[in-house]
């Protein structure tokens, strides 16, 4: 079975220090993977994904992941984090290239 | 350009209700999604379509939900009979699908339904 953990519900982070948002994964076919973040009330917006190549991926906003095979991991990194990144986080896997298994979510709170 | 959307934006209807959502995808777009979101929970795949084929529907998609892409544009999704439990976010999303790479899926602001 194809599935995507999220270990915190919520990250806590100053503004302007590194973040870090945890995903591991669990799948039998090819680790597609990707994040996407919700702003309340609106629908998902695409950050970045991981088909193959490179194993640190870098995407919108500032935002990169590094793929790790033999943790089968997916974190969400950014340098330095804005009170604008508060939102919920979710990390995502498509086994076969279509459908999406997402992660239960996980807030980012980035105070100033 | 313009992105995916949706409509209504929120439905409230009573328990026994039939009621329809319609997405509208991103023009070019060859594939559409369905998902569910409730609160605390990341979205939950439902069906999808490629072009006016309803290629998968998840065991999630009970008998009173229909799913439709009849010229492979706008889908519309209806749920016959609303339950309470049947009250959540449905997201819809579309995508371009080929051979040189893993599809990335982009979604609608979602139709909030609460049934009463």
């Known amino acids: 079975a194809q599935s995507v953990a999220q270990p915190e519900d919520q990250v806590n982070v100053a503004e302007g220090n590194p973040l870090t948002v945890k995903c591991t994964y669990s799948?039998?076919?090819?680790?597609?993977l990707f994040w996407y973040v919700q702003y309340p009330n609106r629908g998902l917006q695409f950050l970045l994904k991981?088909?193959?190549?490179?194993?640190l991926v870098k995407g919108s906003y500032g935002f990169e992941a590094e793929f790790n095979k033999s943790q089968t991991s997916f974190h969400l990194k950014k340098p330095s984090a804005l009170v604008s990144d508060s939102a919920l986080y979710f990390c995502?896997?498509?086994?076969?290239?279509?459908?999406?298994?997402f992660g239960a979510g996980t807030i980012l709170r980035v105070k100033s | 350009d313009t992105g995916v959307s949706q409509d209504p934006r929120h439905k409230i209807t009573k328990r026994g209700q039939n009621v329809t959502f319609r997405c509208d995808p991103i023009s070019e777009h060859n594939r559409l999604y369905w998902y569910r979101q409730t609160l605390g929970q990341g979205p939950e795949f439902l069906t999808y379509f490629q072009n006016e084929a309803q290629l998968e529907k998840s065991r999630l998609l009970s008998d009173r939900f229909s799913a439709e892409r009849p010229k492979g544009s706008f889908s519309t999704l209806e749920i016959q009979r609303t339950e309470q439990g049947d009250s959540a976010m449905y997201l819809c999303?579309?995508?371009?699908?080929?051979?040189?790479?893993?599809?990335?899926?982009?979604f609608g602001p979602g139709t909030r339904l609460l049934v009463l």
């Open positions: 995502a896997v498509s086994p076969y290239g279509n459908k999406l298994v």
């Open positions: 799948v039998s076919g090819n680790p597609y």
């Open positions: 991981y088909i193959t190549g490179d194993n």
């Open positions: 999303a579309s995508s371009l699908s080929g051979r040189a790479s893993v599809e990335t899926q982009y």
